[in-house]
């Protein structure tokens, strides 16, 4: 059977069409989980209520704030603990406009004293939920245990802090809430400091690692040997000790880049619209990364003490060099999200081209 190529066209052109009001329809389905607000619309009930709520959860756990604030303003290690809220904050202004669609309905619990079921929800519509109620109960309950008891851990006390503000958002906006609000909430663990024990146990093999490959590294150089033991490295330079011996101390362990880049890793993977592994390998790419640019760094302070001088490995050289390996791991961060997106390409994304058939002039 011939088809013309009038017919053809007519074929390509329905098929566009058809592709254009899907299209349409998607964008359409994916703007209206609600009307579109400002903040400012929410009224001074509501922001009242916030700062009410925000007060109260602030009063509570007051002392693990003040401890939180301590330190980060006298442990380097935990300085990027400032810019956590920031982060948080900017999570839900991302969420504006799904957060403020919501359409906030009868309290279920008055439709149950007064004999009714509660209506099923809508898409764009949410409630209350008293299971945030119970939780929120069950985490002031753990807190006070917690701080009273011998026994107690503290590093759990602003973990309850946390937990208590999720259960908050859970009792008075439901799950459909706790669904936009998820990660600005849990990523307030990032500014939490680690107890110190576990600190120096994730430092210590961190120390060794790099300690160990800048000595091979060091070997490399002629007249040159360099001996590590465990995170102190001994070097030898044209047949003379070189004192005192380099040692890789807690603040080049890399654990203050590890965690600032792992925060980072988390906020770039939520919000790049990549499919779910991408994102995976973005956030677990973080640690080899953090990892790799400590040693790199670590490698060139040695080279540094040996080859150019010992002065240039201490005071604002040595943070100087801290802060130029930021934009390496960026980098190495950027061309493996690079990669992906180049090596992987969505087809479902792609804009359909316009395809133009042309008769010929001697068709009839």
């Known amino acids: 059977m011939r088809t013309s190529e009038k017919d053809f066209s007519c074929l390509i052109g329905s098929k566009m069409a058809q592709k254009a009001d899907s299209s349409r329809a998607s964008g359409r389905d994916a703007g209206s989980s609600g009307p579109q607000r400002a903040w400012s619309e929410l009224g001074p009930h509501t922001c009242v209520k916030i700062l009410i709520l925000a007060g109260l959860l602030g009063l509570l756990f007051r002392t693990e704030l003040e401890g939180m604030v301590h330190l980060w303003l006298t442990d380097p290690n935990w300085s990027h603990g400032f810019l956590i809220p920031l982060f948080s904050l900017y999570f839900v202004y991302q969420k504006k406009r799904q957060i403020l669609g919501l359409e906030y309905v009868r309290d279920p619990a008055l439709d149950l004293l007064s004999?009714?079921?509660?209506?099923?929800?809508?898409?764009?519509?949410?409630?209350?939920?008293?299971?945030?109620?119970?939780?929120?109960?069950?985490?002031?309950?753990f807190y006070v245990f917690n701080v009273v008891s011998p026994a107690g851990y503290a590093y759990l006390r602003p973990i309850s802090m946390i937990a208590a503000a999720g259960a908050v958002v859970l009792f008075l906006g439901g799950w459909r809430l706790i669904?936009?609000?998820?990660?600005?909430?849990?990523?307030?663990?990032?500014?939490?400091?680690?107890?110190?024990?576990?600190?120096?146990?994730?430092?210590?093999?961190?120390?060794?690692?790099?300690?160990?490959?800048?000595?091979?590294?060091?070997?490399?150089?002629?007249?040159?040997?360099?001996t590590a033991n465990g995170v102190i490295i001994e070097v030898v330079?044209?047949?003379?000790?070189?004192?005192?011996?380099?040692?890789?101390?807690?603040?080049?362990?890399?654990?203050?880049?590890?965690?600032?880049?792992?925060?980072?890793?988390?906020?770039?993977?939520?919000?790049?619209?990549?499919?779910?592994?991408?994102?995976?390998?973005?956030?677990?790419?973080?640690?080899?990364?953090?990892?790799?640019?400590?040693?790199v760094r670590v490698t060139v302070t040695g080279f540094i003490y040996v080859l150019v001088g010992q002065q240039y490995t201490q005071g604002i050289y040595h943070d100087m060099l801290g802060l130029a390996m930021l934009p390496l791991a960026f980098?190495?961060?950027?061309?493996?999200?690079?990669?992906?997106?180049?090596?992987f390409i969505d087809e479902s994304a792609e804009v359909a081209q316009d395809v133009v058939v042309r008769k010929r002039p001697n068709d009839g």
């Open 179 to 226: 669904r936009f609000t998820w990660l600005p909430i849990l990523f307030f663990v990032f500014a939490i400091p680690l107890p110190r024990r576990y600190y120096v146990g994730l430092t210590m093999p961190m120390r060794h690692i790099s300690a160990s490959v800048a000595t091979a590294l060091l070997n490399v150089v002629p007249d040159l040997e360099a």
């Open 115 to 141: 004999g009714r079921r509660p209506a099923r929800l809508q898409p764009a519509q949410t409630r209350a939920n008293y299971l945030g109620l119970l939780f929120l109960l069950l985490i002031l309950a």
């Open 331 to 343: 980098g190495l961060y950027g061309l493996l999200a690079w990669f992906m997106a180049s090596l």
């Open 237 to 295: 330079y044209k047949g003379q000790r070189l004192e005192p011996a380099l040692d890789v101390a807690e603040a080049c362990s890399g654990m203050r880049l590890l965690m600032a880049f792992l925060a980072l890793g988390v906020a770039m993977a939520y919000l790049h619209e990549r499919p779910l592994w991408q994102r995976a390998v973005l956030l677990i790419s973080t640690v080899p990364i953090a990892m790799f640019c400590n040693i």
